[in-house]
């Protein structure tokens, strides 16, 4: 079993900036690829960015790229989720996710959710 906890969503203006973080427990981090996901109020949830095990390569959502990077730090079992140029559509609670495969379409593992909302 994986436990994902999320922090570093927030309220922020439009152009500005977050970064997102995930701590994972539970199983070999280095095992796992890893992956954000958002969902908007009344829309399903959407793929954002994924990283593979070592983090030598990665890709994101059309609606994101230039945007957002996803980095990891294998040593300390986090993900982060680093988030420029912000836009009031990118407003969403955000999810982390974890699968033993890349790359992620049906993650094994989800986080509980962090907020993010952007204001105009």
């Known amino acids: 079993q994986v436990q994902l906890v999320e922090s570093g969503g927030g309220l922020v203006q439009a152009g500005g900036s977050l970064r997102l973080s995930c701590a994972a427990s539970g199983r070999t981090f280095s095992s796992l690829a890893m992956g954000w996901f958002r969902q908007a109020p009344g829309k399903e949830r959407q793929f954002v960015a994924a990283?593979?095990?070592?983090?030598?390569?990665?890709n994101y959502a059309n609606s994101v790229k230039g945007r957002f990077t996803i980095s990891r730090d294998n040593a300390k079992n986090t993900v982060y989720l680093q988030m420029n140029s912000l836009k009031p559509e990118d407003t969403a609670v955000y999810y982390c996710?974890?699968?033993?495969?890349?790359?992620?379409?049906?993650?094994?593992?989800w986080g509980q959710g962090t907020q993010v909302t952007v204001s105009s």
């Open positions: 990283i593979t095990r070592s983090g030598a390569f990665t």
């Open positions: 996710a974890a699968d033993g495969s890349y790359p992620i379409q049906r993650p094994d593992y």
